[in-house]
């Protein structure tokens, strides 16, 4: 699905820890990525703190995991994808990590990890949605790239090694 890259980036650096980083980055990423403008509203004028208490509440500790209750399978396979397209992941998150899936998709263009977890993308957005937080509008924006969901979809991305 090319030309999604930008929001794909925009919709991570939103899903990622509220830092200064992130704030500073807020003027840009409203104008990058219109479909994300009423989440980088509120966090424009959001005090940081809030903000911050905000995201860990919402969140969670398990919160952005896409591989939950997997035992840690897929996150290893999706750390084998990011190294087969010449991506190390490093970070302290696990490969699995919603803004590192995105992160993969905008950089590569390979939109598998995102369509082969539609299931809990979906159900994160709607989660989000009934807690009516802004970052609800950031998980509209990337499930309407996305193709519909339909029986023959894959449960896990990433292909076993042969």
């Known amino acids: 699905m090319p ?18 980083d992130v ?4 003027p840009l990423l409203r ?4 479909q994300l403008r009423e989440f980088a ?13 905000d995201y860990a509440r919402v969140f969670g500790a398990e919160g952005l995991y896409l591989g939950r209750g997997r035992g840690g399978a897929a996150p290893a396979r999706l750390g084998d994808l990011y190294r087969a397209h010449g991506l190390e992941f490093t970070g302290e998150e696990r490969p699995d990590f919603l803004p590192a899936v995105l992160e993969f998709a905008a950089r590569t263009g390979n939109t598998e990890p995102l369509t082969g977890h539609r299931d ?14 802004p970052y ?8 309407a790239t996305l ?16």
């Open 3 to 20: 030309g999604f890259e930008v929001l794909y980036q925009a919709a991570a650096l939103c899903l990622t820890y509220p830092d200064d």
């Open 23 to 26: 704030l500073t980055r807020l």
């Open 31 to 34: 104008e990058a990525a219109p």
């Open 41 to 53: 509203d509120h966090a424009a004028v959001t005090p940081p703190g809030e903000l911050a208490e």
């Open 120 to 133: 809990a993308l979906e159900e994160l957005r709607a989660r989000l949605t009934g807690l009516g937080t």
């Open 136 to 143: 609800a509008c950031v998980l509209e924006a990337v499930c």
């Open 147 to 162: 193709p519909p969901a339909h029986p023959g979809d894959l449960t896990d991305p990433v292909p076993q090694p042969r």
